[in-house]
């Protein structure tokens, strides 16, 4: 197989990807990204989480370039030096109301995260209320009545990103610049995604798009395998999304790294 010797950044999407939803970071990988970092090769994520959760996510490997969360909508530093953000125009809210209204017997939960990257606006039943109380203990959250408050509050605080977790996988008008992680449903602004926020990256760090490679398992990392990236690797344990066209197909990171084709 070949070698990609000319990789300057590699990018990781989380869960899925870099890790098992719901475990930490494998201990094989761990090593391998902290060998590719003592060689000077850059390691970073791109993830549909929020800030606080992608760090605490990735825990304990450490970043030498910065981040890119929130779909690609929010380019920051660890340190919380945002590079780029590109907020929801308010008739790209607005869309998200009418999505909302039009499924609400769907909906589970829906909010975003504030511009302080760090506090959360909800609204939830009370299950998932519960739930999310449980599995982000330390993150702060404001839980709001209704989705229409989430929506008046969106229109004030112009996030960069709107989820919607929904009982079911629903189709997507193309008008919407929205896409799955998972079961939550993240809408951005038009335009903008994963594969445009690397480029972002590329043109801070002075690096060619040829020299990266890009990693990724779900409907919003498809965007990373149409782009001319250097190395381009779905992960995938079944052939649900055969369509996508990736220089590597492996089962998971270690299955990858098992190639040795970096």
Known sequence: MKKHNNIKLCVFDIDGTLKEKGKPVGQNVIRWINTLQAKGVRFTVATGRGFPTAI????????NTPLIILDGSVVVSSEKKVIARYPLADLEIRSVRDFARENRDQILFMGFWKNT??????????????????????????????????????LTEKPTLIFIKTRDKLPVQLHYNATYNDDTLNFIRQGINKAHAIKILCTELNIQPCEVAVFGDDDND?????????????????????????????????????????
């Open 56 to 63: 605490e996510g990735t825990r304990p490997l450490t970043f």
């Open 117 to 154: 990257l760090t506090d959360l606006i909800l609204w939830t039943d009370n299950e998932y209320r519960r739930k999310i109380t449980e599995e982000l203990p330390t993150v702060s959250k404001t839980f709001l009545p209704t989705g229409e408050a989430v929506i008046k509050e969106a």
């Open 222 to 262: 498809e965007c990373l395998f149409t782009s001319d990236f250097g190395l381009t690797v779905f992960i995938s344990k079944s052939e649900s999304k055969s369509h996508i066209s990736a220089d590597i197909t492996a089962m998971n990171l270690d299955d990858f790294i098992s190639m040795e084709v970096m």
